[in-house]
Every structure is written in C-alpha cells, then in structure tokens.
C-alpha cells in the first residue's frame, strides 16, 4: 500500500511539475515576445525641471551649421512634460532641441551607457529593429494637417553644412497630422546614411510645414512628448546576431566597457556562444520614465512598489516636474492617469488590499 501510495504520488507530482512547466514555457514566451525596451528617450524633466526653461542645444556652431533655429522650452503644463517648440528657418521650417539623453547614459549616470549612438555602424546595424514612438501637438488656427521629419543632430560636423538630414538620415517622416490635438505615433525608424558624424549628444532635429512642399512664411508651434527609440525581445537573437558582425564591437567605447578611459566595468553578458549585447542596448530602459516595464506604482522606477513610491507620487501630483514612470503611475489599470484614482489605488496596493 505504502509502495502504491508513493508511486501515485510521483506520478502526480510528475504531472504537476510537468504541466507547471508547460505553463510557465507558455506564460514566458507570450510575455517575452511582445516586451518593448526603451534604448534611448528624450525627456524634459532630465533637461531641466523649470517650467520654460531653455531646451536648444548650446553648442553655437552647430547651431548655426545645421540652422534650425526655432525656439524650444520645455513645458509642464500638463502632466506629462512636454518639450515646445517653434519653428525658424530651416529650408522649410525647424528645431533643434536637447533630449537629456546623451552617449554617456542618462544625466551622465552611468546606469547604462548608450554608446551605441557615437557608432554609426552600430545604429546602422540595429536600424532595421528599432522603433520610434512619440505624442506630437500642432496649433493652428485653420485647423491644416501637418508634416514632421525628424533626425538626429550629428556631433562634430563642419561648419556651413545645411542639412542634418542628409548628414545622418531621417528618424521619423510622418505625414497628415491632424491639428490641435495630441496625436501618437510608433513608426520603424527610416533610414540612418553611411557618414563619419555620429550622434553622441542626443539631440534632435525637426522640420515641420503645414504639409508637404507648403511654403507658408509662418512660424508654427507644437509639442513633442514621450519621445523614445525601442526595441522588441522577439528581435534579441536578430540584433545580438547583427551587432555580432561589426568589427571591433566588443571595443566601442561607452558601449562595451573595454575602454580603458573612466567607464567602470561595464560589460555585456554572455548569450549562447556570443555575447549579449542586446541586453546592453535595452538596460538603458530601467531608467527611462517611458519605460512599459515598471511594475504598476513603481513610479520612482527602483524595481519595486513601496512607501517611497506613494512619497513620489504626492510629489508628482503637486508638482509635474518631479519624475515618475508614466505608465506606472496608473494605479487603478484603467489607462487613464487622475491624481485622485490612482493616488488611491497606490494606497490600497501598499496596504494588501484588493482593489
Ligand atoms: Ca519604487
Ligand atoms: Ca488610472
């Protein structure tokens, strides 16, 4: 009996195990495949925490070189900061404005270095694998649709050279923007050219007309929000296998972590054979405030949900300028963010109760 008993209960726990194990296979990859990763953002609250303060970058000559010499401030009037923006002369209309994300990482915290913008090779490489995401606002009177094309501000280009856009590619060039209302937008990015110029400051071009070829003398004004490049878990093997191929990559400074200079030991792990350079890319996405990864109510984005969370958000609701992972800060799961619902909803989470 007692043999009886002790083989029906390995067969039982046999079946457990298995079938928990089927479960969990299941439950990963579902998540796993469709997880996105912020590897780059532009974020006002790391350019400055001032309502209106300044967001054009200050490096003159290349201010002058490229010539988009609108004005850009960052904006807190509503609660997820914005950057705004007015167009100046640029062939037809643009910007330039500073992202806070630089090739150092974010803030020069090196939580995760974001190398891979200072080789053009390297972005070249994951260009068929990235994705930009952002919320964009025209104003206009007439109510027109707009047209934006967006790129990257190349470091260390000559003086007198017009156009950024034939210097690093285009990011974005997005079509029949309805104004007057926040419009999001999730592209694959366009085409990054062969050139020597890379783009270690982070900063961001922009053109915008009314539409396309419009030659309207006006300068026109928008806001650009939740800006960010990512990549998704189910292209990890594509990218790792890509980046792979590049010579000297386990070498590219602020990348890999081999540079002798101040970088400490930052390092790829290991993936199969190889190495894992895609988990490189993606750390960078812990910091970000755009991050869809956060648990819900880690708004301070420090892996969990606790008190001081609860201590940021009183913060936050009284002051859109202290930083909070948006899509955390949605307590109650209703996609929609109130100061008051969630607020309480956070509460109710740190005290064990159901919602
Ligand atoms: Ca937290
Ligand atoms: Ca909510």
């Avoid at 046999?14 to 590897?39: H, K, N, P, W």
């Avoid at 509503?78 to 994300?101: A, D, I, Q």
Wanted: hydrophobic share 35%.
């Amino acid at each position: 009996m007692k043999k009886l008993i002790s083989v029906l209960l390995s067969i039982t726990l046999a079946v457990l195990c298995f079938s928990s194990l089927v479960l969990s296979a299941d439950t990963a990859e579902t998540v796993q495949d469709g997880r996105s990763y912020v590897i780059w953002d532009a974020d006002p609250t790391k350019v400055s925490t001032e309502d209106g303060a300044n967001a054009k970058p200050n490096v003159e000559s290349w201010e002058e070189a490229l010539r988009p010499s609108g004005t850009a401030v960052v904006d807190y009037s509503e609660n997820v900061p914005s950057f705004k923006l007015t167009t100046g002369f640029y062939y037809n209309k643009g910007v330039s404005f500073r992202s806070g994300t630089t090739m150092y990482g974010q803030n020069n915290t090196p939580i995760a270095f974001t190398g891979w913008m200072n080789h053009r090779d390297v972005f070249k490489a994951i260009e068929p694998y990235v994705s930009i995401s952002y919320d964009i606002y025209v104003e206009d009177e007439q109510n027109r649709n707009a047209h934006i094309k967006m790129t990257a501000m190349p470091n260390g280009v000559e003086a007198y050279v017009k156009d950024a856009f034939q210097r690093f590619g285009t990011l974005d060039d997005f079509d029949g923007i309805p104004a007057n209302q926040w419009v999001s937008r999730t592209a694959k990015i366009g085409s990054i050219n062969d050139g020597n110029e890379n783009w270690s400051e982070g900063f961001i071009v922009v053109s915008l007309e009314w539409f396309s070829g419009c030659d309207e003398a006006a300068d026109m004004t928008f806001k650009i929000r939740n800006l960010r490049l990512t990549v998704n878990e189910s292209d990890r093997d594509a990218i790792n296998a890509a980046l792979a191929g590049i010579d000297g990559i386990d070498t590219k400074n602020w990348f890999t972590g081999t540079y002798d200079g101040s970088v400490t030991d930052w390092r790829f792990p290991t993936a199969g054979d190889g190495l894992d350079y895609f988990a490189g890319l993606t750390a960078f996405d812990e910091s970000s405030f755009y991050s869809v990864n956060r648990e819900t109510g880690d708004l301070n984005s420090d892996g969990s949900t606790d008190i001081l969370d609860l201590v940021r958000f009183k913060k936050y609701a009284a002051d859109s300028t202290v930083g909070v992972n948006y899509a955390a800060r949605d307590c109650d799961g209703n996609n929609l963010y109130s100061s008051a619902s969630d607020l309480a909803a956070l509460k109710k989470i740190l005290l064990g109760c159901t919602l």
